[in-house]
């Protein structure tokens, strides 16, 4: 059972363009959201995060919007640069694991073309 | 800043023999790492978390015996794949934690594969 889903595996961008990330998940108990970008071959780097009393967290070129009644989060990179081609991967937590155990999606390739 | 390595980063292996993978948080004390496994193109998969001097907590559907993890100290936890088969091939990532809690900073990875 995927609680975490990415339902675009790959997005396609032009440089300087916004890029637009979704993410929806399931268990109504996930508090805490985190996006991590992923080269191959290497670790998840935290990128930003947003706590469920938010709705909006802005971190330079990256804003995450979270849309509790939807249970729907997205992540904006704007403009897009060729350094943001990776994996992106939404995450979530839940404090009746005390917020430790991380739920991820599957992943959406992003490609910036120059 | 906070690192996490991962030794080795690559391993090959014959089928039945067991492959120990380091984690190690090298500027910061981490109560609690954990370990992931992430197949081609598919989300990262916690398989256990553990905790410095304790037990280590295992996911669901993850065999215990076979995926043996000791977290000796602060800044090591080891991941033990024993009698690994081919299906057991996988890239292994870990996370560590800092004792004061905040985010999960994750290693680079190790990439077994089991022939």
């Known amino acids: 059972d995927q609680q975490v889903k990415q339902n675009s595996p790959s997005l396609s961008v032009q440089e300087g363009r916004i890029s637009i990330l979704n993410c929806d998940y399931t268990?109504?108990?996930?508090?805490?959201f985190l996006w991590y970008k992923k080269y191959p071959a290497e670790g998840p780097t935290f990128l930003i995060s947003?706590?469920?009393?938010?709705d909006k967290n802005e971190d330079g070129r990256f804003t995450v919007f979270l849309n509790k009644s939807a249970k729907h989060l997205s992540l904006h990179i704007v403009p897009s640069q060729p350094g943001d081609s990776a994996v992106y991967f939404c995450?979530?937590?839940?404090?009746?694991?005390?917020?430790?155990?991380?739920?991820f999606g599957t992943g959406t390739r992003l490609t910036i073309i120059p | 800043g906070a690192v996490v390595s991962q030794h080795p980063s690559r391993v090959i292996c014959k089928s039945g023999t067991s492959v120990k993978i380091e984690c190690r948080s090298l500027?910061?004390?981490?109560?609690?790492m954990f370990w992931y496994r992430q197949f081609p193109k598919q989300s990262l998969m916690l398989m256990a978390t553990?905790?410095?001097?304790?037990?280590?907590?295992?996911e669901q559907g993850v065999e215990k015996d076979k995926f043996l993890i000791n977290h000796a100290s602060l800044t090591l936890s080891t991941l033990t794949v024993t009698s690994a088969h081919p299906e057991d091939s996988s890239f292994y990532i870990c996370?560590?934690?800092?004792?004061?809690?905040?985010?999960?900073?994750f290693g680079p990875g190790t990439r077994l594969t089991v022939l």
């Open positions: 996370s560590a934690r800092r004792a004061e809690g905040g985010e999960q900073f």
């Open positions: 268990n109504s108990m996930f508090d805490y």
């Open positions: 947003i706590s469920s009393i938010k």
């Open positions: 995450a979530a937590s839940d404090p009746n694991f005390g917020n430790e155990k991380l739920t």
């Open positions: 500027d910061f004390q981490a109560t609690t």
């Open positions: 553990s905790n410095e001097g304790s037990k280590a907590t295992y």
